[in-house]
């Protein structure tokens, strides 16, 4: 069994990334891939891998969903009582990852994270289903319970407090949170495994610069 992992292998030959074909920005970058990615009809396009760190300098990680991005950075939303949201409290320090395997590309992005702002947070809330809105007040996330009955047995009661779903209000343990990067990488899956890696990296003045990597 074993060997037959071991076995598993693809060559990727779609593409190329140059350094004359990379944008002098990232988020100009960010955006023609996101452009492909999204035109690609790949699915859940918009998942990511988070990466944060505990007091014990344990990293963990999870798939969130971006939720939108500007130049300042990217967003996400949870449960600030979560594992990741105490991991991100005590560590503002993060990392993001998007894997588009049909295009044989990743982003990394490595920054610093902070809360929005709570009427951004709340303008999101009110846009979701109502199932998710009343989710968010259900489940006491990353904590142990004794069964599915307690998630099923609180949701029906929240239903029934919030009968009038324009009513659900968002709850102080959930919002969104901006990872503000400080280095984004560009992957592009290349033959033979050379690989294309150009990085982009921000200095004191808050310039960009770029720089190829090898694989």
């Keep these: 069994m074993a060997s037959s992992i071991a076995d598993i292998r693809r060559d990727y030959m779609l593409q190329s990334f140059d350094e004359a074909d990379a944008a002098i920005d990232p988020f ?9 990615a999204t035109s690609a009809a790949i699915d859940e396009v918009n998942a990511m ?7 014990e300098g344990k ?23 979560s594992n990741k949201g105490l991991e ?11 894997f588009w395997k049909e295009l044989e590309r990743q982003i990394r992005i490595e920054g610093v994270v902070q809360k929005i ?3 951004d947070s709340d303008a999101y809330f009110l846009s979701r289903p109502i199932g998710s809105r009343i989710g ?41 949170y901006i990872v503000r990067p400080e280095a ?11 690989h294309d890696r150009i990085k982009y990296t921000i200095d004191l003045n808050g310039n960009w610069k770029r720089a190829r990597l090898a694989p």
């Excluded at 991100?88 to 998007?98: E, P, R």
């Excluded at 984004?184 to 050379?194: I, K, P």
């Design 59 to 81: 990293p963990s990680a999870r798939i969130v969903l971006l939720k939108g991005y500007t130049d300042d950075g990217f967003v996400f939303f949870t449960n600030y009582n």
């Design 136 to 176: 968010a007040w259900v489940s006491p996330q990353s904590q142990v319970i004794p069964n599915r009955a307690f998630l099923e047995d609180n949701f029906k009661k929240v239903s029934e407090k919030y009968s009038d779903e324009s009513l659900v209000p968002r709850p102080a343990h959930w919002g969104g």
């Design 184 to 194: 984004m990488e560009f992957w592009q899956g290349r033959s033979s495994r050379l």
């Design 88 to 98: 991100m409290t005590n560590n503002h320090h993060v990392a993001l990852l998007f």
């Design 28 to 36: 100009i970058q960010f955006t023609a891939w996101w452009e492909e």
């Design 49 to 55: 891998t988070l990466s944060t760190v505990n007091k």
């Design 117 to 119: 702002a709570e009427a």
